[in-house]
């Protein structure tokens, strides 16, 4: 499995094998939240909330000189009710196809550089795939930060975000809805 050449991502007993780009990965040198967003409605929330957590978007490429790579991860949350009977919500307010009403809506956007050794070597299909697991991973404890901090500023009780397992259970239900954001086991 050298680097720049395509493997074939075997699965040995249930380990997943190493991208090549981790073997090149020296240290992460900056993560920056570039972008948020925090929504509330202005609704009681009267009964158990339900929770959606989608990733729109994990890319990257390499830097010019072959010395980093560049990340971004695109991380969405809702918080759903489904209302009291006889409650009087604006129908805008209403999801058509469940009745319920989106409480509240986080988003954000991280761009992660990690130092890379020898990155000019690697191919646009392995540096996708790292940052469709690695990426993800790397910037999801910040979003569990970002998302019970919105909530409770925004007057709501923090709702746990759980931990990010690439290989094993997820966050449910996440949807994967970039472009063709996959991840290993879907």
């Given at each position: 499995?050298g680097?720049?050449?395509?493997?074939s991502k075997?699965?040995?007993?249930g380990?997943p094998s190493?991208?090549p780009?981790a073997s090149?990965?020296r240290?992460?040198?900056r993560?920056?939240q570039?972008?948020?967003?925090f929504?509330r409605l202005?609704?009681?929330?009267?009964r158990?909330?339900?929770?959606?957590?989608?990733v729109f978007?994990?890319h990257g490429g390499v830097?010019g000189?072959?010395?980093?790579?560049v990340a971004?991860?695109d991380?969405?949350?809702?918080?759903?009710?489904?209302p009291e009977e006889?409650?009087?919500i604006?129908a805008?307010?209403?999801q058509?196809?469940?009745?319920?009403v989106?409480?509240?809506?986080?988003?954000a956007?991280?761009?992660?550089?990690y130092?890379?050794?020898d990155?000019?070597?690697l191919?646009?299909?392995d540096?996708?795939e790292?940052?469709r697991v690695?990426?993800i991973h790397t910037a999801w404890?910040?979003?569990?930060?970002?998302?019970?901090?919105s909530?409770?500023?925004g007057?709501?009780?923090?709702?746990?975000?759980p931990?990010?397992n690439?290989?094993?259970?997820?966050?449910?239900p996440?949807?994967y809805v970039?472009?063709d954001?996959?991840?290993?086991?879907?």
């Amino acid at each position: 499995m050298g680097r720049g050449k395509a493997n074939s991502k075997k699965v040995v007993q249930g380990i997943p094998s190493v991208s090549p780009v981790a073997s090149c990965v020296r240290h992460v040198e900056r993560l920056v939240q570039i972008q948020s967003e925090f929504n509330r409605l202005p609704f009681e929330v009267t009964r158990e909330p339900e929770t959606e957590f989608a990733v729109f978007g994990a890319h990257g490429g390499v830097a010019g000189d072959g010395s980093q790579l560049v990340a971004s991860v695109d991380l969405g949350f809702r918080l759903l009710m489904l209302p009291e009977e006889g409650a009087e919500i604006p129908a805008e307010f209403l999801q058509e196809n469940t009745g319920k009403v989106v409480v509240a809506y986080v988003r954000a956007s991280y761009m992660i550089t990690y130092a890379i050794e020898d990155g000019k070597q690697l191919v646009a299909s392995d540096i996708e795939e790292f940052c469709r697991v690695n990426a993800i991973h790397t910037a999801w404890p910040f979003w569990r930060e970002f998302v019970t901090g919105s909530l409770s500023r925004g007057g709501l009780e923090a709702v746990p975000v759980p931990m990010f397992n690439v290989y094993g259970s997820r966050p449910r239900p996440v949807s994967y809805v970039g472009d063709d954001v996959k991840l290993p086991g879907q």
